[in-house]
């Protein structure tokens, strides 16, 4: 996969709200982290069925990168490793990355659509991407609003599309490319 300017952009801000604690690399710990606070965000005891699920593949996550991207067996992945990895063919089309990513998006849904309509409210937006990605609440605000359209609720298969859009689209007005907010 050729990694473009605009796709380096966008792998550098994605990296970044991994980077839980700011020091410059992905590890374990940052997934772990993240975990805990979405879970708690919504109120979940760690013992509940979908809190154990999210954190599970969580860790599955941080494994299949890992796998990939931590070239020196550190244990902590690099933005350059990062990068490297989607170079080397991490997500090679729209339809792999799915396979990868719908189990995770749907392990996301199951905690933070707490009515279980398939759908976000903005307040659901928030938390959730808050919480696990560390995007501020009016990024969050800004982001639902350009995801979602006309309606004041998110369909998953909307946030799926714009996930798609995120890595794959080169077009900077896709609504997929605002996903995490400015690149910036």
């Given at each position: ?17 991994y980077d839980s604690d700011g020091d410059g690399f992905i590890e ?129 298969d909307a946030l799926l599309e714009a996930i798609r859009e995120f ?6 007005a896709a609504a997929g490319n605002w996903l995490l907010g400015s690149?910036?």
């Amino acid at each position: 996969m050729e990694i473009t300017a605009f796709l380096d952009r966008k792998l550098a801000r994605r990296f970044r709200t991994y980077d839980s604690d700011g020091d410059g690399f992905i590890e374990r710990e940052d997934f772990t982290q993240a975990g805990e606070r979405t879970t708690k965000a919504f109120g979940l005891a760690d013992d509940d069925p979908k809190a154990v699920r999210f954190h599970s593949m969580l860790i599955g996550l941080w494994e299949q990168l890992s796998s990939v991207a931590d070239q020196d067996h550190s244990g902590r992945i690099s933005i350059d490793e990062y990068k490297k990895a989607f170079a080397n063919g991490l997500l090679e089309t729209p339809e792999s990355f799915e396979e990868g990513y719908v189990p995770f998006l749907d392990a996301v849904m199951a905690i933070a659509d707490e009515d279980g309509d398939g759908k976000l409210t903005v307040e659901e937006h928030v938390a959730w991407t808050g919480a696990l990605m560390n995007l501020s609440e009016a990024d969050a605000r800004m982001i639902h609003d350009i995801l979602s359209g006309d309606d004041e609720l998110m369909p998953a298969d909307a946030l799926l599309e714009a996930i798609r859009e995120f890595y794959f689209s080169e077009d900077p007005a896709a609504a997929g490319n605002w996903l995490l907010g400015s690149l910036d």
